[in-house]
């Protein structure tokens, strides 16, 4: 009878450290998941800032509205780098960063069209690596 009472005992405890397993490992899974929505999420409102940041260069009248956009883009590219640890993500949030400023250095310098296709194609890297 002791003997069945142990087996029972190593029983629960292994199906319950099993159970643990598996709740950390859906629960990483979920964290995994929800990193790379707000990742997708984010990459897409940076997509919006990029367009207006072009229809602003075009316009080339309110410098103001250009340095809005960079913000706009700086903010949600300071939110991608807050939630994730992907190296790939981390270097497309860099690349658009080290453009982001030189076009904000354009703009400081008098340039009123300055050239922003290194964002673009900096935006359109960061939403690739952003995809699930």
Do not use: F, H, Y
């Amino acid at each position: 009878m002791a003997r069945t009472r142990r087996r029972s005992r190593r029983t629960a405890v292994a199906a319950a450290l099993a159970a643990a397993g598996l709740t950390a490992a859906l629960a990483t899974g979920c964290d995994a998941v929800d990193r790379a929505l707000d990742c997708v999420q984010t990459a897409d409102a940076i997509a919006d800032s990029v367009t207006a940041l072009q229809q602003a260069v075009e316009a080339a009248d309110d410098p103001a509205e250009l340095r809005d956009s960079l913000d706009t883009i700086e903010d949600d590219l300071d939110k991608i780098g807050d939630k994730t640890d992907d190296t790939d993500v981390d270097q497309a949030v860099d690349d658009l960063g080290r453009a982001v400023e030189n076009v904000r250095t354009a703009i400081e310098n008098g340039d009123a069209t300055p050239d922003i296709s290194p964002v673009t194609d900096a935006a359109g890297e960061l939403t690739k690596v952003c995809t699930p």
